[in-house]
């Protein structure tokens, strides 16, 4: 396996992907960053801000020179890029990784062009990210701290396993395992439920008729829920759409736990919304240890 060293192509330069070139620059991982997307401006920006080191617009050309080649792009379009990429692979190609929020389309696009999965195709997921977007709000640090999840699957290379671990190891993340189906249902309950219902309170908000003066006496704690109704709406309806069994069935899961608290509400039944008020700050608190140790480490 061609790293350290080598060259590392990035599809789709964005906040993501720019933020890895970043941290493998720094860290020494790869010598030679290439973009390669479908638009210029991006690309040259990235150029701009010693990002990357150059760019291609011709993906034949990208897969031809990475020695690992991370694809970068939006949930939805990473499955079409994968079906584009994976028939150009030869037994000698790069490595292909990505950074997609759901790992199933991803695997059942790969499987419906080549019928089994590719040895060189490692399927991979940045937990970490920003309201912001774009290659101008990357940033060297943003995987410090936080976890990457891979989904390696029978019939991976193991060495290519191994390169794609040591990659994110080295922006100073942690990695772990989990199945493509554990990592699906996992982050459609913490991750894209939360965004579905963050932009689903400011929107009912906003349609109210006392929108106004409830935006302007709204307080800490509807900032902090809210914040991340401030992220891209383009990414995280292609997210809901590709995730949507996993996304279902959590918000399933939650309505009927809101059902319950609405009965105890509308029964005045205190002592269930103590108790589940008490059973959530407890377990609000240990996750925030669990953070704290992380951050010490």
């Known amino acids: 396996m061609a790293a350290p060293g080598g060259t590392l192509v ?6 993501i992907g720019g933020s890895l070139a970043r941290a493998l620059r720094a860290s020494g991982f790869c010598d030679h960053f290439v973009g390669c997307g ?10 701009e801000l010693g990002v ?6 011709d993906l034949d050309e990208a897969v031809r020179r990475a020695d690992i080649l991370v694809v970068c792009t939006p949930t939805l379009t990473a499955a079409d890029s994968l079906a584009q990429i994976l028939p150009m692979l030869g037994q000698q190609g790069p490595v292909v990784t990505d950074v997609a929020s759901v790992k199933g389309s991803l695997h059942r696009a790969a499987l419906s062009v080549t019928g089994s999965m590719p040895p060189r195709l490692v399927l991979a997921h940045p ?9 101008d709000a990357s940033s060297g640090e943003l995987f410090e701290g936080h976890r990457v999840i891979l989904t390696p699957v029978p019939g991976n290379d193991p060495q290519a396993v191994d390169l794609v671990r ?5 922006t100073g993340a942690e990695v772990v395992d989990m199945s493509v189906q554990c990592h699906d249902a996992v982050l459609a309950a913490t991750s894209h439920l ?4 963050a932009y689903a309170l400011v929107d009912a908000l906003a349609a109210d008729a006392d929108s106004d003066d409830m935006f302007r006496c709204a307080a800490g704690g509807f900032r902090d829920f809210t914040r991340i109704a401030s ?11 590709a995730n949507r069994d996993a996304l279902l069935a959590a918000i399933d899961d939650f309505g009927a736990h809101l059902g319950q608290l609405r009965s105890a509400v509308e029964q005045g039944d205190g002592d269930t919304l103590y108790a589940t008020f008490t059973r959530a700050k407890t377990a609000r608190d240990e996750f925030a240890e669990i953070l704290a140790r992380r951050r010490k480490r």
Not at 166 to 170: C, G, L, Y
């Open 10 to 15: 990035i599809l789709g330069l964005g906040l």
């Open 38 to 47: 479908h638009r210029a401006p991006s690309l040259e920006r990235g150029v």
């Open 52 to 57: 990357i080191d150059e760019y291609t617009l």
């Open 127 to 135: 937990i970490a990210g920003s309201e912001r977007s774009g290659v």
């Open 166 to 170: 040591r990659m994110w190891r080295s």
């Open 194 to 197: 939360p965004h579905l219902l």
């Open 231 to 241: 992220s891209d709406p383009v990414m995280w309806r292609d997210i809901a759409l």
